[in-house]
């Protein structure tokens, strides 16, 4: 199947600093997404982005899928910004489903 | 207020016994997927439904039976089979476009533990 890693696992930012996290995959892909998981468990969609570059707010994507990476990027952080951050990816000849990674885990401190 | 519900928030599963955690979601979603996760890890899944009475084994089905009687509902069922169940399941849904799941929608999640 496909293999999924971000990188850096550990990430600790004070509070205003900018960051970019990365996400390299093993096959090429239909489907990427990227989510935010707060310390409580609740996982929420931030991106839908197989390819190209897309915004919200203070967060943004890249995927290049013909280099099998993804990079978010979040500037001027916010505490509300810790937690786990999960890229996902999918490809339609592997069936219906995503394959995660393991997670980049982030702290702001005020 | 349109979303995935989840209960129980915390299940409590003693030797032997087979336990069922609930998912229902109002988005009209086609889909719907049930995750573990495991502490420091990311999701792994279990099972999945693109329609009402029909589901595939995900990566780690072994241990866990699902059903799709209604579109709203997708229940887990852990048996006794699995002989680790303890961890986080969450339940997703989404939009079913071309085949793929785009924009997966979470539940709150379900901690199980062995007693």
């Known amino acids: 199947g496909i293999q999924v890693e971000q990188s850096p696992p550990d990430l600790i930012l004070q509070e205003g600093a900018n960051s970019t996290l990365r996400c390299n995959f093993s096959?090429?892909?239909?489907?990427l997404q990227w989510f935010h998981q707060n310390p409580w468990g609740q996982l929420i969609n931030l991106f839908y982005?197989?390819?190209g570059t897309k915004q919200n707010g203070r967060l943004s994507a890249t995927t290049v899928a013909t280099e099998r990476y993804s990079l978010l990027y979040i500037s001027s952080s916010q505490t509300t910004d810790s937690g786990v951050y999960f890229c996902?990816?999918?490809?339609?000849?592997?069936?219906?489903?995503?394959?995660f990674g393991g997670g980049t885990r982030v702290l702001v401190k005020p | 207020d349109g979303g995935i519900t989840q209960s129980p928030k915390y299940l409590f599963r003693k030797e032997g016994q087979n336990v069922t955690l609930s998912c229902e979601q109002n988005?009209?979603?086609?889909?719907m997927y049930w995750y573990r996760q495991d502490p420091g890890q990311g999701l792994r899944l279990i099972y999945y439904?693109?329609?009402?009475?029909?589901?595939q084994k995900g990566d780690i089905a072994e241990g866990y039976s699902v059903s799709r009687e209604k579109k709203e509902s997708f229940p887990l069922t852990v048996t006794s089979a699995q002989k680790n169940p303890t961890a986080f399941y969450l339940c997703?849904?989404?939009?079913?476009?071309?085949?793929?799941?785009?924009?997966?929608?979470f539940g709150p999640g379900t901690r199980l533990l062995v007693l």
């Open positions: 997703a849904s989404s939009t079913d476009g071309q085949g793929l799941p785009r924009d997966q929608y």
């Open positions: 096959d090429s892909v239909n489907n």
């Open positions: 982005i197989p390819s």
């Open positions: 996902a990816v999918g490809k339609k000849a592997a069936g219906n489903k995503l394959t």
């Open positions: 988005l009209n979603h086609d889909a």
């Open positions: 439904s693109q329609i009402v009475n029909d589901f």
